[in-house]
């Protein structure tokens, strides 16, 4: 018998297994608090005016045995209340008529024994014992209406063996009375106990599924950073190497300077990559502008570009985001589109850093629905999950036919502190 067992079970347990376990156990003791009580009460009677040894002995099993329902009936409750399957309405109706029937023994019971304020005596622990028994279980199952309703009539029920036991009215009346003040005590304890146990589940499920969220955003931000990343550089590879062909065709020297040109994207693709994968990949404004121009001019369009005096003002986090947009608008420009002039202008107005980059060569497609946004594909819905991460905008306006035009927006101030790399999903959590 491995005597280490339970040690590493508890272990292996999470905080809410074992939260659930100590709150649990601490019901089940209250429960079991009965049998001890009902044995004191029997030492303390004197031996000539007991039960008798085989009385007191059967007295003593029926405690325990009410306490065994009202233990099982506590776990049905608690499961019950968690939203798990439970017998807690058979469990309730045992407790309570094992209780009556343990009362009803003990009466009968105590009907020998002589004088009969001992027999009494007995019955009014066992009875008082027994209420508290039931109703703790109730409280933790039943709504507070139900239980209201319910718990007046239980006690009631102990009126009539408790004045058979020889109980004078009196005496009756003043344990209903303290039962009544003392049972929604009782009731209001046990039932916020399930209450705290409802919560410990609750935030950690709410923890798996912030944990869920963290890995689908990043599974997102690692989709959308790829595409940003490879879009441009994989168009700009097939270019240089068609170009390459050509040249080659031609028996042109060039043709071994576009394929080492080429041989640098990609060990550049390479790098960005890698820092897309750690989650530090930013976009340097002025190091798009020059290689939008340089992959634009090499595809025969003739690019214009006017940043103004405040590009190298910006923030830093805005300048990346930004660039993120020149990124993806100049891939759009190559895939989409048979330009053969590509205008990029950056402007500040209002508080906003504007980047607009307009084009032609557009082939005629499905008019814009109202509000210039189309839906777009991957790619511009990456930038609009960009931008909106930094309360910017994403806008498609109206252009001259043939044409397209695009319009980010960007608060100066947003974003984090410049230089900074923004935090991914999962380091949020981890936080």
């Known amino acids: 018998m491995?005597?280490?067992?339970?040690?590493?079970?508890?272990?292996g347990y999470g905080k809410p297994q074992r939260s659930e376990l100590y709150l649990r156990w601490s019901l089940y003791l209250m429960a079991f608090s009965q049998p001890p009580v009902v044995l004191l009460t029997l030492v303390g009677t004197a031996p000539q005016h007991g039960p008798g040894p085989a009385g007191g002995a059967a007295v003593l099993a029926l405690s325990c045995g009410v306490s065994w329902l009202s233990i099982r009936a506590y776990g049905a409750a608690l499961d019950h209340y968690l939203g798990r399957p439970s017998a807690v309405d058979r469990r309730l109706r045992s407790t309570a008529a094992g209780a009556l029937a343990a009362l009803w023994i003990t009466v009968l019971i105590g009907s020998d024994i002589s004088p009969r304020e001992d027999g009494a005596s007995l019955a009014v622990t066992l009875a008082g014992g027994l209420a508290v028994l039931w109703f703790g279980p109730l409280s933790v199952a039943r709504p507070v209406r139900t239980v209201a309703l319910q718990g007046p009539l239980g006690l009631a029920l102990l009126a009539p063996p408790l004045l058979m036991a020889g109980t004078d009215p009196a005496t009756t009346c003043g344990l209903l009375v303290g039962l009544g003040v003392i049972l929604p005590l009782l009731g209001a304890s046990c039932r916020s106990f399930a209450?705290?146990?409802?919560?410990?589940?609750?935030?950690?499920?709410?923890?798996?599924?912030?944990?869920?969220?963290?890995v689908a955003e990043e599974r997102l931000r690692f989709s959308r950073d790829l595409h940003d990343v490879m879009g441009r550089n994989l168009t700009t590879i097939a270019l240089k190497s068609e170009l390459a062909v050509q040249l080659a065709r031609r028996g042109r020297p060039e043709a071994a300077d576009q394929m080492t040109e080429v041989q640098r994207i990609a060990q550049e693709s390479h790098r960005e990559v890698r820092d897309l994968v750690r989650g530090y990949r930013t976009a340097d404004l002025n190091a798009e502008v020059i290689g939008a121009r340089a992959v634009l001019r090499a595809?025969?369009?003739?690019?214009?570009?006017?940043?103004?005096?405040?590009?190298?003002?910006?923030?830093?986090?805005?300048?990346?985001?930004?660039?993120?947009?020149?990124?993806?608008?100049?891939?759009?420009?190559?895939?989409?589109?048979?330009?053969r002039h590509c205008s990029v202008r950056l402007r500040v107005a209002d508080g906003r850093a504007v980047l607009e980059l307009a084009n032609d060569g557009v082939p005629a497609g499905p008019p814009v629905p109202p509000g210039g946004r189309p839906p777009g594909g991957t790619g511009l819905r990456g930038l609009r999950e960009r931008l909106a991460a930094h309360d910017g905008t994403l806008d498609l306006p109206p252009a001259a036919p043939g044409s397209f035009l695009l319009r980010a927006s960007v608060p100066l101030g947003a974003g984090p502190a410049a230089g900074a790399p923004e935090p991914t999903a999962l380091e949020k959590t981890a936080r």
């Open 299 to 339: 595809a025969g369009v003739e690019c214009g570009i006017d940043l103004g005096e405040d590009a190298a003002a910006l923030a830093g986090p805005v300048q990346s985001v930004l660039g993120w947009v020149l990124r993806e608008a100049t891939t759009n420009v190559l895939r989409h589109s048979e330009a």
């Open 195 to 214: 209450w705290l146990l409802g919560v410990v589940w609750e935030l950690d499920a709410a923890r798996e599924a912030q944990s869920r969220l963290a």
């Open 2 to 11: 491995d005597v280490t067992a339970p040690v590493r079970r508890w272990r």
